[in-house]
């Protein structure tokens, strides 16, 4: 959507790049799955969300395997 418009706006097949560069071939009134806003800069990709590294919270594992002492002493007895 355009800047501007509120989330309610409707959007129209007027409003998309493919129709008013004449590049739309459907016979449809409504916006198919393919609609682009119409912007002055032209076709641009969606945004995309950014990737935001966490800090790592866990200092260790919550679970481990057995050290080898700990091995041995539970298959000794």
Request: with cysteine; aromatic share 10%; charged share 25%.
């Amino acid at each position: 959507m355009a800047k501007g418009r509120g989330v309610n706006a409707r959007v129209s097949c007027d409003d998309c790049f493919f129709r008013a560069n004449l590049l739309c071939s459907l016979k449809v009134d409504a916006p198919c799955a393919t609609f682009r806003p119409n912007n002055p800069d032209g076709l641009r990709p969606p945004r995309q969300m950014h990737f935001v590294f966490r800090q790592e919270r866990r200092t260790r594992a919550a679970w481990a395997f057995p050290s080898a002492e700990e091995q041995a002493a539970l298959h000794s007895r």
